[in-house]
T-cell receptor, first 115, second 110 residues
Framework: GAVVSQHPSWVICKSGTSVKIECRSLDFQATTMFWYRQFPKQSLMLMATSNEGSKATYEQGVEKDKFLINHASLTLSTLTVTSAHPEDSSFYIC???????????FGAGTRLSVL | GIQVEQSPPDLILQEGANSTLRCNFSDSVNNLQWFHQNPWGQLINLFYIPSGTKQNGRLSATTVATERYSLLYISSSQTTDSGVYFCAVGLTGGGNKLTFGTGTQLKVEL
C-alpha cells in the first residue's frame, strides 16, 4: 500500500518551454501533496505544499508564477515548470500524505534537463 | 527555521559490519521519518518514528524526542544498503511539512 506514482521520470526540454510533472497517489487519498527539489549531492528542499481544492503554499524564495501547482483531486497534483531555463535543471520529487496520517510517501522523482 | 544535522556525512563499511547513523534536530517535532535514497533517486520509507524504538529486519531506529536526536542502526550490512540515508522532521505546529537532514552517504563494499 501507499504507492505514489510520478511521471515522467526523465524529461529533456528546450529553454523557454514548459514542462508538466504529475504526481498520483494510487491506493490512497491525499489531502496534501508536497513538491521538493534536489540538486546533485544535496538534500531535498521543500518547494511548496499542495492542498486539494485550494491554492498551493510556496516556500520562501520559490517563484509561484514559475512553478505552477494544481491539486485538482485527492489523488493528483501537477507541477508545471514554466519558461524553463538551464538553472531549473534538477531532480523534482513529490510526496503525498494520506488523510488522517502524519506520514509522507514519495514518488520516484523526475529528472529535468533544460538545454 | 529548524536545523537538522546528520552524522557522519560519509561512511564506508565492509559487508557484514554494523553502523549507527545519527540525526540531530534543533526544535520540538511531531514527525520524524527515516529514508533510504537508492542510486536511482527513489526515496524508500524506512521508519516513521517521532519517538520510541522500532525494528524492521536488520534495521532499527530510536528517537529520543526530549533530547532531540534519532539513531538509525544497520546491522550485518549488505551492498544493497548503499545509498544516501536521510532523516526528515516535522516541526510541532509546522503544518505537516518535512525538513530534511543533510544526509549520510553510505557505501558498503565486499
Amino acid at each position: 500500500g501507499a504507492v505514489v506514482s510520478q511521471h515522467p521520470s526523465w524529461v529533456i526540454c528546450k529553454s523557454g518551454t514548459s514542462v508538466k510533472i504529475e504526481c498520483r497517489s494510487l491506493d490512497f487519498q491525499a489531502t496534501t501533496m508536497f513538491w521538493y527539489r534536489q540538486f546533485p549531492k544535496q538534500s531535498l528542499m521543500l518547494m511548496a505544499t499542495s492542498n486539494e481544492g485550494s491554492k498551493a503554499t510556496y516556500e520562501q524564495g520559490v517563484e509561484k508564477d514559475k512553478f505552477l501547482i494544481n491539486h485538482a483531486s485527492l489523488t493528483l497534483s501537477t507541477l508545471t515548470v514554466t519558461s524553463a531555463h538551464p538553472e531549473d535543471s534538477s531532480f523534482y520529487i513529490c510526496s503525498a500524505r494520506p488523510s488522517a496520517k502524519n506520514i509522507q510517501y514519495f514518488g520516484a522523482g523526475t529528472r529535468l534537463s533544460v538545454l | 527555521g529548524i536545523q537538522v544535522e546528520q552524522s557522519p556525512p560519509d561512511l564506508i563499511l565492509q559487508e557484514g559490519a554494523n553502523s549507527t547513523l545519527r540525526c540531530n534536530f534543533s526544535d520540538s517535532v511531531n514527525n520524524l521519518q527515516w529514508f533510504h535514497q537508492n542510486p536511482w533517486g527513489q526515496l524508500i520509507n524506512l521508519f516513521y518514528i517521532p519517538s520510541g524504538t522500532k525494528q524492521n529486519g536488520r534495521l532499527s531506529a530510536t528517537t529520543v524526542a526530549t533530547e532531540r536526536y534519532s539513531l538509525l542502526y544497520i546491522s550485518s550490512s549488505q551492498t544493497t544498503d548503499s545509498g544516501v540515508y536521510f532523516c526528515a522532521v516535522g516541526l510541532t505546529g509546522g503544518g505537516n511539512k518535512l525538513t530534511f537532514g543533510t544526509g549520510t552517504q553510505l557505501k558498503v563494499e565486499l
